[in-house]
C-alpha cells in the first residue's frame, strides 16, 4: 500500500545498508522501556524499548516523546554516533522535536493508544523509517493495516487509534522522527493526499506585542487544560497558574513552581515549547496589564477555546 485515509508513504527512498550499518553502532547504547500512551489501568505495552536520539533532556536514555517544559529539543550523544541517520534527519524540512528509535522484539506490542496532537491537522507530524521489519508485523493505524519495508519513509494519522504485534522472528526497528508542520513538508507527499486534509502549518517565531513583563498575570487553570499537561504535575486536577518573567523570557507557573516556557508568535500570542503547535496562548492587554487569558487549541481535528480566569 502506497497511500490510504490513514498514512501514506512519502517521497524520500533511503540507504538500507547505512541504515543498518547505524543500527549496529546503536546497539551499544543501553535502551529504556517506553510506558506511556495507555489509555487505562493495567495496561502494558510488551517488551517496546526506545532510544532518543533527540530529546529535551539530551540525554540518550529518554523514553518518552517530550512534551511542554522549558528545555527545547537537542540531539544526543545517540544521534552523533549514527551519522546516516542524522543525515535522514537533517534532509526533512521542518524544526525536529523528538527522534527516537524504536525496537519491538518477537512478540512484542504496543498497546492500542492515540496520540491527540500527531497529525497533518494538528501542525505536528511523527515519520516513520522502517529500518528492520518483516510482513509477520502488524502494524494498524485506524482500523487499516500498514505494511512498511525497509528503506521508506511514512506518514500516518497518529490521531487515530493504532497498535503494533511482532508476530516475525526479528526485532522490529524503526526511527520515529516528529517535525512541525511546515510548507516546504509538503514536497515529501503526495500531492493529493496532502491538497485532501486541513493542513495546519506550524507559525514561526516572531517578537512578542509587549515586553515579557506586561504579561505577568494569575490565573485558575481549568482541568480542561490540565489534561493537555503530564498527569504528574496536576493529577489532572484544576491548578493555580501564573505567568512570570525569567532569564528574559515569559514561563508559565504551575502551582508555584516554573514549568513551562512560552515562546512568543507574534503579537500576544505564545505557544509552549516541547507542546504542539496547534495550542496557543492567546493573551488580551489593557492599560499596562493582563485582561483576559484564553488557550485555543485542536484536539481530535477540532478547535477549542478555553478561558483561563484571571486570579488576584
Known amino acids: 500500500m502506497l497511500a490510504g485515509p490513514h498514512a501514506c508513504r512519502l517521497a524520500p ?34 517488551g517496546w524499548r526506545v532510544l532518543s536520539l533527540r530529546s529535551q533532556s539530551g540525554e540518550a536514555r529518554e523514553t518518552t516523546s517530550g512534551g511542554p517544559g522549558l528545555h527545547d529539543f537537542q540531539d544526543t550523544a ?24 524504536s525496537v519491538l522484539p518477537p512478540g512484542g506490542s504496543i498497546t492500542r493508544h492515540d496520540d491527540v496532537v500527531l497529525s ?25 493495516r500498514v505494511e512498511m519495508a ?20 526479528d526485532d522490529r526497528v524503526h526511527l520515529l522522527i516528529e517535525v512541525e508542520v ?9 500531492a493529493d ?17 509587549a515586553p515579557v513583563e506586561a504579561y505577568a ?28 518573567p525569567r532569564f528574559g523570557e515569559l514561563v508559565m507557573c504551575i502551582n508555584g513552581a516554573p514549568m513551562i516556557a512560552l515562546e512568543p508568535r507574534g503579537g500576544d500570542r505564545f505557544v509552549f515549547r ?13 492599560g499596562g496589564g493582563v485582561r483576559a487569558l484564553r488557550l485555543r487549541s485542536r484536539l481530535h481535528k477540532q478547535w477549542h477555546t478555553v478561558p483561563l480566569p484571571l486570579r488576584g
Open 13 to 46: 527512498r533511503l540507504d538500507v545498508d547505512r541504515l543498518r550499518e547505524d543500527l549496529a553502532a546503536l546497539r551499544a547504547f543501553p535502551m529504556g522501556s517506553e510506558e506511556s500512551y495507555f489509555r487505562g489501568p493495567g495496561e502494558r505495552h510488551a
Open 78 to 101: 545517540a544521534m552523533r554516533a549514527a551519522p546516516y541517520l542524522r543525515e535522514v534527519v537533517e534532509a526533512i524540512p521542518g524544526p525536529k522535536r523528538s527522534v527516537r528509535l
Open 120 to 144: 497533518l491537522e494538528h501542525g505536528l507530524v511523527r515519520l516513520h523509517a522502517p529500518i528492520q521489519t518483516g510482513p509477520e508485523v502488524e502494524f494498524e493505524v485506524g482500523g487499516e
Open 150 to 169: 525497509p528503506g521508506e519513509l511514512w506518514y500516518g494519522d497518529f490521531t487515530l487509534p493504532h497498535a503494533v504485534e511482532n508476530r516475525g522472528a
Open 182 to 190: 511546515t510548507p516546504a513538508l509538503r514536497s515529501l507527499f503526495p
Open 193 to 209: 493526499y496532502w491538497d485532501a486534509r486541513d493542513v495546519v502549518v506550524a507559525e514561526a517565531p516572531a517578537p512578542p506585542a
Open 217 to 244: 498575570c494569575a490565573f485558575s487553570g481549568p482541568s480542561l487544560f490540565a489534561r493537555l499537561l503530564p498527569r504528574s504535575w496536576t493529577s489532572w486536577q484544576r491548578f493555580e497558574g501564573a505567568l512570570s
Open 274 to 286: 516541547g507542546g504542539p503547535p496547534c495550542v496557543v496562548l492567546e493573551v488580551e492587554r489593557s
